[in-house]
């Protein structure tokens, strides 16, 4: 027997796409936070990981030893944070994909010409929410590499401590502290360094399939053919921007302290 689908059975598949995109979306900043306080055992939130982390931060500096203890708490709530919103945001980036083709394709097969502005507008204006998401996934994986550097920026730059570890950055005093911050350091930014070369090739492959579905699509199918071949004409501009981040980074990891310097100066990670 052959199975056929039905209009009612794709809109019920279009409905599912539509319903998981809105609930990730909803997931991806919610979650996280919630899950984070439970799982890590800290009972810590966002709203309190500045007192949390100058307090451990000034401990730590102060102990002169290599163990980040004093810190602990504040990295393992981030750590969570981070898997959290980066599992979450990979399941909606995956959902996304259809979610885009459905639209799109509507837009290219749409009879009337109400239906095919809207479908337009919906999908122009949905069109950056993957990219973002993508951003979003290689930020959080990198957090959950290196997550004692990514809890820092919530470390206040007026303390005692920060000073000090201004003061051996220039120096080049190496204490234990500053020797494990400038490792942990450049593992944060080898971790973007290794996402951003994921991102390029799934944003290649993605472009190559753009085109050899295109290829694919009878020449009489117009409007699909259009849109497809937009797709692959937008989708490698992203590539620009990810090969930017990515010698960026790979700057900051063949020469760390002047990096870490800066952002202990304020000029952010």
Same mark, same amino acid.
């Given at each position: 027997m052959t199975m056929t689908n039905t209009p009612a059975t794709v809109d019920r598949r279009g409905v599912v796409c539509f319903t998981l995109?809105?609930?990730?979306?909803?997931?991806?900043?919610?979650?996280?936070?919630?899950?984070?306080?439970?799982? /890590?055992g800290t009972h810590l939130s966002v709203a309190a990981l500045p007192g949390a982390v100058a307090s451990g931060f000034a401990q730590w500096v102060g102990s002169g030893r290599t163990s980040s203890s004093p810190l602990a708490a504040a990295v393992?709530?981030?750590? %969570?944070?981070?898997?959290?919103?980066?599992?979450?945001?990979?399941?909606?980036?995956? %959902?996304?994909?259809?979610?885009?083709?459905? %639209?799109?394709?509507?837009?290219?097969?749409?009879?009337?010409?109400?239906?095919?502005?809207?479908?337009?507008? %919906?999908?122009? =204006?949905?069109?950056?929410?993957?990219?973002?998401?993508?951003?979003?996934?290689?930020a959080n994986v990198q957090g959950a590499v290196a997550p004692l550097s990514s809890v820092l920026n919530f470390l206040p730059m007026d303390g005692t401590s920060v000073l000090q570890v201004r003061g051996e950055l220039a120096s080049g005093t190496m204490t234990p502290p500053l020797a494990a911050l400038i490792d942990d350091f450049r593992r944060y930014h080898a971790a973007l360094v290794v996402t951003a070369v994921a991102a390029i090739i799934v944003v290649v492959a993605g472009t190559v399939a753009i085109w050899v579905q295109r290829a694919r699509t009878r020449? /009489?199918?117009?409007?699909?053919?259009?849109?497809?071949?937009?797709?692959?004409?937008?989708?490698?501009?992203m590539l620009l921007f990810l090969?930017?981040?990515? =010698?960026?980074? =790979?700057?900051?990891? /063949?020469?760390?302290?002047?990096?870490?310097?800066?952002?202990?100066?304020g000029s952010g990670m």
């Open positions: 995109a809105g609930a990730l979306t909803i997931a991806v900043v919610v979650w996280p936070a919630a899950i984070a306080g439970w799982a /890590s393992s709530y981030w750590t %969570v944070f981070h898997v959290v919103k980066a599992i979450v945001a990979v399941a909606l980036l995956v %959902v996304l994909v259809p979610v885009g083709q459905r %639209v799109w394709t509507a837009f290219a097969r749409a009879r009337s010409r109400g239906r095919r502005v809207g479908l337009f507008l %919906v999908g122009v =204006l949905g069109a950056p929410i993957a990219p973002v998401v993508l951003l979003v996934v290689m020449k /009489s199918d117009r409007h699909l053919r259009r849109v497809l071949a937009g797709g692959g004409i937008l989708l490698p501009g090969g930017i981040v990515l =010698l960026a980074n =790979l700057s900051t990891v /063949s020469d760390t302290a002047p990096a870490l310097a800066a952002f202990f100066d």
